[in-house]
């Protein structure tokens, strides 16, 4: 199957940084989502983008859907200790139905 | 409009006994995806279903595991004789159609003893 980089796998920041992780193919895909999953629940869903060079933002978070169609990456500004959890991207081939997902990047923020 | 709704959240099931996981889709929704998950893991794909029809179980284990999402009730998911490697998070999610974003549920906690 398919495989998704995601990074880093983990990261501690002072509440009121920024955050930033990506997540990259090495196949083309037509979309590309952000979750984010906190213990012992399902994965929110958090931005979706389906054009290459899209830029999209929900409240401090903005995602962007890379140009090469390869990459995707999650932007988060001014991290809240209710940030933590842990991110997850997901893509979806042009031929597929499935969607594969990183392997995570756990957030903590420290107040 | 409730979200994806799963039961039971919680399932511990002795080796050799059958779970059932039910997944109730969004309104409106005629897409369901089954995603298994480990501790520290991320999702792995299960099946894709559309009403009445199993899509792609690619990801499905030929064996002992069945899915289906009949035209009225909920989709369910069936594993037959489980082993204590069945222990996971099984997460469904729905959408309403294909290149759509897919909304999961809470999850069911799959635990043989």
């Known amino acids: 199957g398919q495989q998704l980089n995601q990074s880093p796998q983990s990261m501690f920041i002072q509440e009121g940084e920024d955050v930033s992780m990506n997540c990259t193919s090495s196949s083309i895909f037509n979309t590309w989502l952000w979750y984010k999953q906190d213990p012992g629940e399902g994965p929110v869903l958090l931005i979706a983008l389906y054009k290459a060079g899209e830029l999209t933002s929900n409240g401090r978070l903005t995602a962007q859907f890379g140009i090469t169609r390869k990459d995707s990456f999650l932007n988060i500004s001014a991290s809240i200790p209710s940030d933590v959890g842990i991110y997850f991207c997901?893509?979806?081939?042009?031929?597929?139905?499935?969607?594969?997902f990183g392997t995570g990047t756990s957030l903590t923020v420290i107040p | 409009n409730a979200g994806v709704m799963q039961n039971p959240r919680h399932l511990v099931r002795r080796r050799g006994q059958e779970a059932r996981l039910r997944c109730s889709p969004m309104?409106?929704?005629?897409?369901v995806y089954w995603y298994r998950q480990l501790p520290e893991e991320g999702l792995k794909f299960m099946v894709y279903?559309?009403?009445?029809?199993?899509?792609?179980e690619s990801g499905m284990p030929k064996e002992r595991f069945s899915a289906e999402f009949p035209k009225e009730g909920p989709s369910i998911l069936r594993i037959q004789q489980v082993v204590r490697g069945d222990s996971a998070a099984y997460f469904c999610?729905?959408?309403?159609?294909?290149?759509?974003?897919?909304?999961f549920g809470q999850g069911t906690r799959l635990t043989v003893v």
């Open positions: 279903l559309q009403k009445e029809n199993i899509i792609d």
């Open positions: 309104k409106g929704h005629s897409h």
């Open positions: 999610a729905s959408s309403p159609s294909l290149n759509t974003e897919a909304f």
């Open positions: 997901a893509g979806r081939l042009n031929t597929g139905n499935q969607f594969y």
